[in-house]
């Protein structure tokens, strides 16, 4: 089966930095992807990775390591606002079949901010 | 900046009933998918659609599920006779195409409740 594990729940202070780690047990891969889901809200995307390294977009960076089945998501300079879940999909689990591959979800990490 | 949208927000039907679920996906996407998020739970993958026809589907995805693009912007999702456990957020996204335009971008969500 199909395999995508993130802790449950983090807390981090505001203006700290936290690292969210996703690791994955999947037949195909295709890319990695992070999203951000605020509660009763849509997925909001924030970062993907195909290639092993690390990709900076601001005060997120995301790593894959495909040799290891793992990905992580950094978020520095914590803002309030960040304060939601954050999901790690796998694009082609199942089938890498290079068309209009489905997402395979973790069950999400639930990011408490403290002031 | 284009987006996904969706309707309706809500729906609430009896049992057995047949729901029809709206999508306009981003105007120049090729690649379309729906997915569900039963309360509490993760995101699921249900079907991807391409050139007029399904892409790939997930086991979730049986005969009690259509999709259809009756048009050059609507895409459709059409349960046929609901379950109770058919209750979920229903999100619709669509993506550009592969490799680095492959990213999913999700509308906002048809919260359905079947009664």
């Known amino acids: 089966g199909q395999n995508i594990d993130q802790p449950t729940e983090m807390t981090a202070t505001e203006g700290a930095i936290v690292q969210i780690n996703c690791t994955y047990q999947?037949?195909?891969?295709?890319?990695l992807f992070w999203y951000q889901q605020h509660a009763g809200e849509a997925p909001t995307f924030l970062s993907y990775?195909?290639?092993?390294g690390l990709e900076e977009k601001g005060r997120f960076s995301s790593f894959l390591s495909r040799s290891k089945g793992y990905s992580y998501l950094l978020l520095k300079e914590l803002q309030m606002k960040d304060s939601a879940s954050y999901l790690c999909a796998v694009r082609g689990a199942t089938y890498s079949g290079g068309g209009a591959d489905g997402l395979t979800f973790g069950k999400g990490t639930h990011l408490i901010i403290q002031p | 900046e284009p987006e996904v949208t969706q309707t309706p927000s809500h729906q609430v039907t009896q049992m057995g009933q047949e729901v029809i679920l709206r999508c306009v996906p981003i105007?120049?996407?090729?690649?379309f998918y729906w997915y569900r998020q039963i309360l509490g739970q993760k995101v699921e993958f249900l079907v991807s659609?391409?050139?007029?026809?399904?892409?790939?589907k997930s086991e979730i995805f049986d005969d009690q599920f259509s999709v259809e693009r009756p048009d050059g912007s609507n895409f459709t999702l059409k349960i046929r006779s609901t379950k109770l456990e058919d209750s979920a957020m229903y999100f619709c996204?669509?993506?550009?195409?592969?490799?680095?335009?492959?990213?999913?971008?999700f509308g906002p969500g048809t919260r359905l409740l079947v009664l």
């Open positions: 999947t037949s195909g891969f295709n890319g």
């Open positions: 990775n195909v290639l092993d």
């Open positions: 996204a669509s993506s550009l195409g592969q490799g680095d335009q492959e990213t999913q971008y």
């Open positions: 105007s120049n996407h090729l690649y």
């Open positions: 659609f391409y050139n007029n026809e399904i892409s790939e």
